[in-house]
């Protein structure tokens, strides 16, 4: 099916596009008649090429866009796995830092208990010996019958018994302060 | 010369594909009549409409494969086309895949050829042009332009 325009349309549109070179544009000019007028057929062929020109200008713009658009897309996914990557390494980098600060802890901690044990065991132990020689002072006078020496190491005696009781109570109250203070820390840390 | 497809609908989810589909058929003069959609869902309602009768019915139908935000991907469009509303139109699959499996599925769901996008589609618009004929008679074996 061809559309015939009027020969009045037809002069205007010549004389528009000699003036002004304006042409239609679009498929509708495929379907044109000439109707025989070489001066409008002419008109039509400059206008086919026009709008192809233009299309193919317009067809390869569209083109990179759709590249630009493309590379874009591939760009944002291989942002969006970076993220994820480094999300992933900050992750496992807070995971090791917690381990590790643990691991500091429990190890300052162990130093501490083993530190507090040997303090203990060394007093117990002057505690035992201290003891146990003036016991054996005591029962030595005793046996020997020496009245003098007897109620002087039997007050030695008593007054030391008392002193590393107190003593050993102290070191004892100290111990739990420490082992309660280390607990607390653990817990604020 | 090969004649002019007297109305062709394009239904793809990507707009700016639109655009180079559009000038790519007035420039090889394939259509004078090119409509765009951008949901198989869309495109499946008009053909339900269609199948009632009417005039305003395409000729042929290039369907992209994957369309984002549809209920449905371009082979269920297909298929829907050919067996739901039997329109009888000439159909086949526009994509930038050429799997294997997906082309076996859309020539079971009756896609008649497969054209694969790429940034020179003007050749195979060309050549599926020369082929249209055989299309439209049914008389051409299914196609895979890449």
Known sequence: MKIA??????????????????????????????QGNP????????????????????????????????????????????????????????????AALNDLDLLQKRTQFELIGRIVEVALWIIMGVGVTTTLLYCIALFSGSVKDTTLLGNTWSNLFGIL?????????TIMGVKYASGETSKKG | MSEIINSILLVDDENLFHLVFEDACSLLDITLDLRSLMSADEAANMFEKWQKGSADKPECVFVDL????????????????????????????????????EVGKAIQAGAQFWIVKSDDIEPRLEEFRKDYNGYKNRTAPFKLYQ
């Open chain 2, 66 to 101: 994957n369309i984002i935000g549809s209920s449905f991907d371009g082979i269920e469009l297909v298929r829907k086309i050919n067996y739901e509303y039997g329109n009888g139109v000439v159909i086949g699959i526009i994509s930038s895949s050429s799997d294997q499996q």
């Open chain 1, 165 to 173: 009781l107190t003593n050993s109570f102290s070191i004892i109250g």
């Open chain 1, 39 to 98: 001066e409008f057929a002419e008109y039509l062929e400059k206008a086919k090429q026009k709008d192809k020109d233009s299309r193919k200008m317009r067809l390869e713009v569209t083109k990179q866009v759709q590249q630009q658009n493309k590379e874009l897309e591939a760009k944002a996914a291989e942002n969006d796995q970076l993220m994820n990557d480094l999300k992933q390494a900050l992750e496992k980098a807070d995971a090791a830092k917690k």
């Open chain 1, 5 to 34: 325009f009027l020969k009045e349309d037809v002069e205007k549109l010549i004389k528009l596009s000699k003036e002004r070179n304006v042409f239609m544009e679009g498929n509708i000019i495929k379907l044109i008649d000439d």
